[in-house]
């Protein structure tokens, strides 16, 4: 039963958490959470200087207390335009096979400054790049490059194309991404190889809400769409997760607030995240990075797991950092 193998998840785990934070060795960043079958599992950046990120490693746990290893389940050798900053993986299953969108070789535009947003020619880090998907048979992997080339490497609306984020609305796949204070909508083929245009033509949609940095996160709950985002800078203290509401994936989109930062003596820097609802209940959880004090550094992030509830008003309350 969920509710039991996930250490009694209810009134008790209220005000504490049962999992353990950190909930794995390593410097890991950028988790994205999800339950395939009776497991769960936690696809992480790996917190280490772009030069050197060639990998994503993936984690799995039957209680969300003892986790499983799985390294390199997708490498720069497997993408042969990915010359390194892996990023931010995002992982869905569909139709029996496993796909992991990601960010790699924080790309950059010709001239970003001077409005020349063209695509750089040469795959290499702060060239050309950025979204991908692989696919695999397994969630471990091994996966494979599903397309040969990014699915996005365009820079439509000053926003770099990172830190994507799938969900489907009424049949259809969407992906929200974005980079540089600025967020776009997109819509995905079935086969997820390819965008398609909204009906009314274009590509894509800005989507930026107020304070917008990066790490894009929607879904849906009691009939309101959650927007929730990153904020601040991420190598520093005021790194935070704000959120907005709306009836639809579209917006317009409400304003709420943070609802995750510092919070001293434990840790600062609490950010891009992602959510997951325990199948059957209404309780969540926000499966989250942070930089435990004191700091090792800029890259010394460590995966955390903590409650999320919500209020009367279907409000995210103030997230509570847990050890």
């Not at 772009?50 to 984690?59: E, L, N, T, V």
């Not at 992997?141 to 770099?160: E, S, T, V």
């Not at 209404?282 to 989250?288: K, L, R």
Request: net charge positive; proline share 7%.
């Amino acid at each position: 039963m969920i509710a039991t193998a996930v250490c009694a998840l209810g009134a008790a785990a209220v005000a504490s958490s049962c999992f353990g934070n950190p909930i794995f060795e390593g410097c890991y960043a950028d988790p994205q959470i999800r339950r395939y079958g009776d497991a769960w599992w936690v696809f992480p950046t790996t917190s280490i200087r772009p030069k050197r990120q060639f990998s994503f490693d993936a984690f799995s746990s039957k209680d969300m207390k003892t986790w499983t290893k799985h390294p390199k389940i997708l490498t720069t050798k497997d993408v042969k335009w990915a010359k390194g900053a892996m990023w931010a993986p995002y992982a869905h299953e569909m139709g029996g096979k496993y796909y992991l969108f990601f960010s790699a070789n924080d790309a950059h535009p010709v001239d970003l400054k001077g409005g020349d947003l063209t695509p750089q020619p040469e795959a290499k880090l702060h060239g050309y790049g950025g979204i991908g998907v692989a696919v695999a048979d397994k969630p471990e992997g091994p996966y494979r490059d599903l397309i040969g080339k990014p699915l996005i490497d365009q820079f439509w609306n000053r926003a770099q194309p990172i830190d994507q984020y799938v969900f489907k609305y009424k049949g259809e796949w969407y992906m929200v991404y974005g980079g540089w204070g600025r967020c776009n909508l997109v819509k995905l083929a079935k086969d997820f190889k390819s965008l398609v245009p909204f009906e009314d033509g274009s590509m894509w949609r800005d989507m930026t809400p107020k304070g917008y940095v990066e790490g894009s996160v929607m879904f849906e709950r009691k009939g309101k769409w959650y927007f929730m985002y990153s904020c601040g800078n991420w190598t520093r203290d005021n790194y935070c997760v704000n959120y907005s509401v709306s009836d639809s994936p579209f917006g317009p989109f409400n304003f709420k607030g943070k609802v995750l930062g510092v919070q001293r003596p434990l840790a600062t820097g609490a950010g891009h995240h992602s959510v997951i609802c325990v199948p059957g209940t209404d309780e969540w959880h926000i499966c989250y990075h942070r930089r435990p004090i004191p700091s090792e550094g800029k890259d010394h992030r460590v995966v955390c797991i903590d409650r999320m509830e919500f209020d009367a008003n279907g409000d995210i309350k103030p997230i509570v950092m847990t050890k």
